[in-house]
């Protein structure tokens, strides 16, 4: 993408009803657009960085064999009162309308509802099962308050997974093989080292559920810590009993904020029993699968990604979800360097390097590298006359401050190495 | 895929409240789900087929400069009353709904309003055009009926380009630009020799609006058709100045029902103008940029496609949108039907083709046959005792009905060829 070309510019200020600081920053950086208090749009950086992250969560969705869906936003009355899920005081966040022709339906806050009754359709018999279908879908909530960006969302992008078991010994092996994909996602995402597996209530059918918390000091959320074992608890289940059953000792955990992920959680029969999901067992007996749900977020997880890593000046991303792997930023706009800038462009491209070029006409070498900087590509190219004299390019990397001057021809290498 | 493991199963009747024929057909074979009229989920071959539409749509919105975005679904009422598009009265398919917090929200029916208030931010100079942003995103419409499966959805996605102009030259510029990928999106979908450019009424800011309009006997649509000069008008600019216009005589003509793929329309600055999008020209003159828009609707394209190619048994999907390539077929529950079965799914899933292998254990060949008949993948890789005998496979062309013997050494090479 030649820079001079992208419709989107950078600011100097956030609008002045922008609280949190993930929006703030990619808003000034023009990945995001404000609509109203937790509605954003996704500009085409912003946009690359969101497709990165649901691109990762896809993969390793598919690979646990996951199956992908695409379940509409528009719900229907009927279906969400046979499970009592209907009304105001039993889901309160719910966004609800009326039919031209008559009739109330509502948007999505979840989807057990509607994929179980898609499964009702299309399982029969024990064979059929065990399944895990997903989908990467808008979510809508009716939030009262939304002032934390892309963290908490009125409208946003949900990856929810559900399991549909034979057995409670099946639903334990999806559900741990649910939960190592979860690991290996936010390991790929560049949070793997401050993201723990957080013990949480756990409602009807388990006596857990699962977070995944990842450590940083803007989390709403708090979670005591044993760092040696490396899992967590929630407040709400901080209890003698609940310890003794982990093995935790208090004295030994340490009250951390964090910011929730992910959240993995066991439904038992809930679903499959309210909309009268049935297999044959291999006796022939009818039965209700076991249930599973899983979700995560990835406008979260973009949010929280801009806010952890940036600095002051401005957003750093891992090479896994940068819009773009290289940052070429010619200098000047002497014919030279235009012309090595241009040179290296091409051969990023051809080498199939994702790669920004800063061809911009006219700006300076200084508002060229502050946009750079507050873009945050992972590596920065610096073409100008200095390097040129020894025919090589200044690499910055961005998120070390490591600067070294590479010869024009080991350029895509050394970027190819580098992500 | 294995199909063993796939959790959508054909069914025989279509549900009874459904009348329009691609919904049937993509229901009764597992593609999508109706959750209320006018509102399917889609299903993993169904997802599949939509996906694959969209790529080739984002492929050439990509080639022509397309730079792509995500814009919210809720809309602010302030910005839509700000170009009198919010009132019920002016725009009759809105859904409305309220936020807990207060105040009237929409859900986008289109998005010229939010898009030009973001150009309104990052547009400054003529050097920052021409633009063409696009999205393909949710729309909601309050359809008053809303009953022919796909081709006309109360939720569906839309891809909707925006193009920006400095001048009215560089607008028919772009215009034609659009125009021409939308005949390369057409023909890539297998739609290119039934698909006419097609005038139509055009608003204020030009004397046409432009369709494409698919010859189909279903089409909700009548047009008049030049084959010859390979235009068409449609009914409502059906008049003698137009014709004169267009060089086209009455006599010629042949009514055509159509069905309306897509759309193109000259906006001139009436929503730039509305919403204060400026920038400055040459001079430093403020001036407003000229607008179009440029829809394509996935679903119908996917619902025109399934009903238009179907048989009497089933659906038959182009190469290019069907949800695998090749569809192998084990004739048997015998062991050399089998292994020589897995063998070939294994090789081309080596050959990187998509493939799905009919892999289920005790149901009869006349069934997987009609199966995968109803299913329309393209080819049919049928593995049974008889062709083994001669170490080869019979391939079936689903849209043609031909079939012949392949050696097993040849199956990778034969379908890589044909698809």
Chains 1, 2 share one sequence.
Request: include cysteine; aromatic fraction near 8%; glycine fraction near 8%.
């Amino acid at each position: 993408m030649r820079q001079s070309q992208l419709f989107t510019h950078t600011r100097r200020e956030a609008p002045r009803d922008e609280a949190s600081k993930n929006a703030q920053l990619l808003i000034r950086a023009g990945y995001i657009h404000k609509e109203m208090a937790g509605v954003y749009s996704f500009l085409p950086l912003g946009w690359r960085v969101l497709e990165n992250i649901m691109r990762i969560i896809r993969e390793e969705m598919n690979a646990i064999g996951g199956q992908e869906v695409h379940l509409s936003a528009l719900q229907s009355r009927a279906l969400w009162e046979q499970t009592d899920r209907w009304s105001d005081e039993k889901v309160d966040i719910w966004f609800k309308t009326t039919l031209a022709a008559g009739g109330e339906v509502g948007l999505a806050p979840t989807h057990e509802e509607p994929i179980t009754a898609i499964m009702r359709e299309h399982i029969a018999s024990y064979r059929d099962l065990p399944q895990l279908p997903y989908q990467i879908q808008l979510k809508f909530r009716n939030e009262l308050r939304a002032r934390s960006g892309l963290m908490r969302g009125r409208e946003f992008f949900m990856k929810d997974m559900y399991t549909f078991a034979r057995t409670e010994k099946e639903h334990e092996e999806l559900y741990e093989r649910v939960k190592q994909a979860y690991f290996t996602i936010f390991r790929r995402l560049g949070l793997g080292d401050r993201t723990y597996l957080t013990f949480a209530s756990g409602g009807i059918f388990s006596r857990y559920s699962h977070e995944f918390q990842t450590v940083a000091d803007i989390g709403e959320d708090t979670i005591y810590l044993d760092k040696t074992k490396g899992i967590a608890v929630n407040k709400e289940v901080l209890e003698e009993s609940v310890l003794a059953d982990l093995g935790l000792e208090q004295d030994k955990l340490e009250e951390v904020r964090a910011v929730e992920v992910g959240n993995i959680f066991s439904l038992g029969t809930r679903f499959s029993k309210a909309l009268g999901c049935v297999f044959k067992d291999a006796e022939g007996k009818e039965r209700h699968p076991i249930m599973g749900c899983y979700g995560i977020g990835p406008n979260r997880l973009m949010g929280l990604i801009a806010e952890l890593f940036a600095d002051e000046r401005g957003l750093v991303w891992p090479k896994t979800v940068a819009p773009y792997s290289a940052h070429i930023v010619a200098l000047s706009d002497e014919p030279a360097v235009k012309n090595a800038a241009e040179k290296v462009y091409q051969d990023l491209q051809q080498a199939n390097i994702e790669v920004c070029y800063d061809d911009r006409d006219g700006v300076s070498a200084g508002e060229k590298l502050s946009d750079a900087d507050l873009l945050g590509i992972p590596l920065q190219l610096r073409v100008g006359m200095k390097s040129l004299k020894e025919s090589a390019v200044d690499v910055f990397d961005r998120a070390t401050g490591e600067e070294r001057r590479v010869p024009l021809t080991q350029i895509s290498e050394t970027v190819k190495s580098a992500i």
